[in-house]
């Protein structure tokens, strides 16, 4: 499966997920230069974290207007698989690919830190192969993480199965101390109505090597292979 | 051209021999575009004019040296198969006592430009920070306003910050100490030195757009910090960590050219700084046009460009012919690049504006090591040094509630968990941090596509430097490696960020001569070279004196096998708790006796360099046999502080018993140095004993891991879910969520 990572001008997780398709998974990874125009026949588009454009204005406010992304915005179209990590998730918020917003953490503050993670669905490429049951330890490092939608947008969201993960505690309750940065129903990660455009604030990339001493992550980029090569 | 006289010298922060020295270099009166050059580049942070002396009986030399104090922009340490590690501390004190926030970035701005103008890839930030007690609102201000500014910075960099200390303490309430350090990796092959030479080879700006804000910095930080300082606002410079990361990624790709003869970032002093420290170092000349640098306001007259501190741009001299292909990289990265001048053989800079020449000075007589002025300051042994040696353990009282000692420590902010602020920094960014999820005693970060990691720490207790310079900061580099050692790691150079206050106080001075000595002292047996750093003088007021003098130490460690990482954290009940070291009956500068006692008279607690080092080799056979569970230092809180934060991170407890030579406050809460508390699972109890045996360092068996609860003598301290709940939210209740 042949991977596309963007990097933006203010990118800094890029190198993070292409280290782990490349070394961990053993996949072919190219790297998109946002200002190019050619996706050079890649599956699967991958937005990484980091502060786009110095994020001085809304966080991927600036990032959604790069010449790749009007590619990448097609690409999505025609069902491609595009997936949002932290910054890339407000990108693709900005760019209309997927509902919602994301606002500042409540506490006003950036926060890095392992949280856990409920697994709402299998029904996505992402979480296909996860455990419903099993909360996932996976960091967060954002200061603009706190997911919003009306509320039409979230009983769509809710009612399409489109909540991919929620925020919990250890043990997998959804709980309002567990809501670290106010997102509404502690959201985490969803996806579009049409299941190829996939945002999560969580760094799975970040717990995906032994060498961490946390794999809670790879689960997500093995579900994305396992189902795309069955 | 507008002739100076020794009134504008004074002005300027020069003093009149300086100014007559100028006249002499120059052969006749200098106007004030060289006396302002002067000015700067013979302050004290650019010219170490009253450290140098003192500086240069450091040991610098080491195997493993590729780039020594004062050669380049930071030291250079060679890690084993191709890899080098550049590393360095530096300190940005004075701004951030006047604007915490702006202070704050910049100084991990600068630092990190150090790290990047060599060739390598920073990997690692780590932070040291002071301030006044957080009873005060002006203090809790400086310290929210000092962590967003690091965490804001860094964080758009992109590089995490992995480690750090913060200590809070009434000398720094006017003076908070903001030192930042940062660690970058390079290939061999990969550096470039900062350097100029080649007769006609074009010199660059790159980066930013060079504006007003920053003009004198590094002669604003060569001064006590005073009422009227606010004037100095100006002074201080605004971060962009967006344009830092855009000038890292094209300055790594442009080296990759090899079209690049030498390059320098431009930090305290500005183009001046580089210009002339390359110049002398490459041993030519430069001319060039200050009309051709890119300025963000209109009408900035010579000097001000000239001095300008304006932040994230480099000097880049280029090797004719290949100017294209350096363009090519800053245009894809949307950067400024111009030429503004050219290499010549005069060893002179020559500044030309509008075609007219409105400076002209030699390069060597600018810097340290060539013209820049050397003292010799007088010093003298402050009254209150043989004051502190009077102190006995026996005119201290034995509380004779001890649980009530533990609470106070535990809730000090000195020694409670300090995640309010940690949380705040991206600490995971390079997939690289390995003490994310396990503890230990330094940071730990992995050099991908290698087995090697490195270990970083900061490390100075300042208190102790206080009590006794000398031993106090011989403490600090020895308690820096028995981190590293702690973590596995083999220690193998310092930096060093030099906070004190004002340098012609004889008894400032003192400090700082003891320091060094000190430092020499550790760093020689530790085998630690010390390649450079930074020295903050004029760290005081008029209302509270001097800071505590403040070493603070760097240092680098490296794992050549990333197998022997060693954690701190207790991993099983019934794993038995040894104490490695020797128990002394001393509480001598312990936070117990200066926040429980209120006792501050005092020495330098009980420190043996002999010892310590012996005992550090055993720490370091334990891990390598396998021995061992965890491994953590004695150090603030003393051993029951260190019990506990063994503890917390499983849930686990202990059970000790005391020791009936030594008092039960001192064996609990005393900062004796030379210690470690490791856990030893039951299977390797025999062989453990057995290696202990064949050293000279004591041991003494404490007790053994519980399932939660902390006892001592048989007598509950409680349950270690009480003491993590107060421990870990210290910070919140006082600073909020």
């Known amino acids: 499966m042949k991977f596309g990572v963007v990097i933006f001008p203010g990118s800094n997780c890029d190198e993070d997920v292409i280290y782990v398709l490349e070394h961990i998974m053993g996949q072919e990874v190219v790297r998109l230069w946002h200002k190019d125009h050619d996706l050079q026949g890649v599956d699967f588009i991958i937005l990484p974290g980091g502060f786009s454009f110095g994020d001085y204005l809304r966080s991927g406010a600036i990032a959604r207007f790069s010449p790749l992304m009007q590619e990448v ?54 979480t296909s192969g996860l455990d419903l049951q099993k909360p996932l330890m996976i960091p967060i490092a954002h200061g603009e993480g706190n997911y919003f939608a009306d509320a039409d947008v979230l009983k769509g969201l809710q009612d399409n199965d489109q909540i991919l993960f929620r925020y919990c505690d250890e043990a997998g309750n959804i709980t309002q101390d567990s809501n670290i940065n106010g997102s509404l129903v502690n959201i985490a990660g969803i996806c579009n109505s049409t299941r190829n455009v996939f945002g999560m604030m969580p760094h799975p990339e970040r717990a995906a090597d032994s060498i961490l001493a946390n794999q809670d992550g790879l689960g997500i980029f093995e579900s994305i292979l396992k189902t795309v090569n069955a | 051209m507008q002739l100076t006289t020794v009134e504008t010298a004074k002005d300027l922060g020069l003093l009149p021999e300086e100014f007559d020295r100028i006249k002499e270099i120059l052969g006749r009166t200098p106007n004030f575009t060289e006396l302002s050059i002067f000015s700067v580049m013979w302050s004290e942070h650019c010219s170490y004019k009253n450290s140098i002396t003192w500086l240069k009986t450091l040991p610098k030399d080491g195997p493993r040296m590729l780039a020594k104090a004062g050669e380049e922009n930071a030291g250079m340490v060679d890690l084993g198969d191709g890899v080098a590690c550049v590393f360095k501390i530096e300190s940005h004190n004075h701004p951030s006592a006047l604007e915490p926030y702006q202070g704050a970035a910049t100084g991990v701005g600068g630092i990190n430009r150090d790290i990047f103008t060599m060739g390598a890839r920073p990997i690692a930030q780590l932070n040291s920070l002071r301030f006044g007690n957080l009873d005060s609102e002006r203090n809790k201000w400086l310290l929210k306003g000092v962590v967003k500014g690091i965490g804001d910075y860094g964080n758009a960099f992109g590089i995490p910050t992995v480690g750090g200390e913060l200590f809070f303490d009434d000398c720094y309430t006017i003076n908070p100490l903001v030192n930042a350090m940062s660690a970058g990796i390079v290939e061999s092959g990969g550096t470039v030195s900062a350097t100029s030479y080649g007769v006609g080879n074009p010199v660059y700006i790159v980066g930013s757009s060079t504006g007003k804000d920053g003009i004198h910095g590094a002669a604003f930080a060569s001064k006590n910090i005073t009422e009227d300082s606010v004037n100095d606002l100006p002074s201080v410079q605004v971060g962009d960590p967006f344009q830092e990361k855009l000038l890292l990624e094209a300055t790594l790709e442009v080296i990759r050219t090899g079209a690049v003869i ?55 001299v280029v090797e004719k012919g290949r100017e294209k292909e350096v363009e090519a990289v800053f245009e894809k990265w949307d950067l400024n690049c111009v030429e503004i001048g050219q290499v010549t053989d005069t060893k002179r800079l020559e500044y030309y504006m509008d075609g007219e020449l409105v400076a002209d000075v030699p390069a060597d007589d600018l810097v340290l090591g060539g013209g820049a002025p050397v003292y010799k300051r007088e010093f003298r042994e402050p009254a209150y040094y043989k004051e502190n040696q009077k102190f006995s353990i026996d005119d201290v009282k ?111 001075y003192w400090q700082f001569v003891g320091a060094i000595k000190g430092m020499g002292e550790a760093c020689t047996k530790f085998e630690t070279p010390v390649t450079g750093g930074n ?37 099983a009940e019934g794993d038995l708790i040894y104490l490695v070291g020797e128990s002394v009956n001393d ?97 390797n109890q025999g062989a453990f004993i057995e290696l202990l045996a064949t050293s000279d360092t004591e041991l003494s068996l404490l007790g053994s891991v519980t399932a939660g609860q902390l006892s001592v003598d048989e007598e509950s301290f409680g349950d270690v879910k009480e003491s993590w709940a107060i421990y870990n939210n210290v910070l919140h209740g006082i600073l909020g969520a």
């Not at chain 1, 999505?76 to 919602?100: D, H, R, S, W």
């Not at chain 2, 006792?599 to 396998?626: G, R, W």
């Open chain 1, 73 to 126: 915005i097609q690409f999505a179209g025609k069902g491609g698989y595009v997936m949002g990590i932290c910054n890339g998730f407000q990108i693709l918020t900005e760019a209309g690919l997927l509902p919602g917003a994301l606002l500042h953490n409540s506490n006003r503050k950036f926060i890095c830190h392992n949280v856990y993670l409920k697994t709402e669905t299998n029904n996505s490429l992402i």
């Open chain 2, 262 to 316: 030498g390059m320098q970032d431009m930090g305290a002093a500005g183009i001046i700084c580089s210009n002339s420290e390359m110049s002398a170092k490459g041993e030519h000349g430069m001319r060039v046009d200050l009309d051709k640098v890119p300025v963000r306001q209109e009408n900035m007259k010579p000097f001000e460009i000239l001095l300008s501190e304006s932040q994230e741009r480099m000097l880049i």
């Open chain 2, 398 to 508: 034995e509380p004779e509630n001890l649980v009530a000692v533990a609470e106070h420590l535990v809730s000090h902010p000195n020694i409670a968990s300090k995640r309010w602020v940690s949380e705040q920094y991206d600490s995971m960014v390079g997939t690289a941090t390995m003490t994310t999820n396990k503890p230990s005693d330094a940071a730990v970060v992995n050099i991908k596509g290698t087995d090697k990691a490195i270990a970083l720490t900061v490390d100075c207790n300042s208190r102790y430097v206080y009590a006794d310079p000398q031993k106090g900061c011989a403490i600090a580099v020895a308690e820096a490696a028995r981190n590293i050692t702690c973590a596995g790691g083999e220690p193998v150079a310092i930096t060093n960020c030099l906070n004190f206050g004002n340098p012609y106080v004889p008894e400032v």
């Open chain 2, 535 to 571: 020295v903050s003088f004029y760290n005081q007021s008029s209302d509270e004196g001097p800071v505590f003098p403040t070493p603070t130490i760097g240092m680098l460690g490296v794992l050549d096998d990333v197998k022997t990482f060693m954690t701190s954290d207790f991993k």
């Open chain 2, 587 to 683: 509480i001598a500068s312990s936070q117990y006796l200066a926040s429980f006692h209120n006792i501050t008279a005092c020495p330098a607690p009980y420190f043996d360099l002999e010892k310590e080092y012996a005992m550090h080799q055993v720490i370091k056979q334990l891990i390598s046999q396998n021995l061992i569970s965890s491994a953590h230092d004695v150090s603030d809180g003393g051993l029951y502080i260190a019990l506990l934060e063994s503890s917390m991170p499983n849930g686990l407890g202990f059970s000790i018993e005391s020791d009936d030579d030594i008092r039960k406050d001192a064996f609990l809460f005393g900062e004796a140095q030379g210690r470690v508390v490791v856990s030893v699972k039951p299977e």
